[in-house]
């Protein structure tokens, strides 16, 4: 595909804004991914230079917010395996699905995906008492091998969806949730987008281009939440 100067400049000052707007709390998929498609970009090298983009900004706020939490590796680690598993699995079906299916699938999934993102803060709350250890297990590592695969076929709201699912059935607290999600996340992106690596997808032009806003978005977005948590 032929670049032109139109389609970075469309394409950088959104993703600079989607890795803020994820940083903090997730959904920045529905700004970075349109962005990508409406300059022009082919839906299945739209999701896959997206999944380079949002990779390396996500690595940013990771670091950034995994320093302020104690991990607790026994309950993460697992839920990793899960969401490599995942995103594998969605993203090798999203190489085989139709490109006019992936179009009709952006214009279905993403209005859904912007309510559950509009409306999170009223879906979740901060719940004071902690799970059985294996109920929160049999929770988290389920999350993570389901919401991994949707983000390897397509994206936008994983992190709004595990943030969801971890402070709201998991009862896990808001900045060990921010924490495990950005650690899911990365791991469900950068498997991903070694799988459209391999397979050719990725403008590598582009996408290294629109990781460096993504990850100035990241990492000041990840600077607020650690400042000012919820």
Known sequence: MELHMTTFLIVCPLVF?????????????????????????????????????????????TIRIGKSVKIRWKLIAPAVVMA???SYLGTRLSILTDEKILRQVLLIVLPVVAFFVLRKNSLISEKTERLEPKKEQLIVWTSALIIGTYDGFYGPGTGTFLLIMFMGLAH??????????????????VCSMVTFLLGGHILLLLGLTASVFSIAGHYLGAHMVVKNGV
Not at 19 to 27: E, M, N, R, T, Y
Not at 42 to 54: E, F, G, M, Q, V
Request: zero cysteines; hydrophobic letters at 45%.
């Open 172 to 189: 896990l607290t808001s900045m060990e949730s921010a924490a495990y999600t950005k650690i899911l996340n990365l791991s469900s992106n």
């Open 17 to 61: 804004l989607a890795g803020f707007v994820d940083a903090i709390g997730g959904g920045g998929g529905l700004i970075s991914l349109p962005a990508y498609y409406l300059a022009g970009v082919p839906i299945h090298h739209a999701i896959a230079t997206n999944k380079l983009s949002s990779a390396t900004g996500t690595l940013i706020s």
């Open 84 to 86: 490599l598993i995942g």
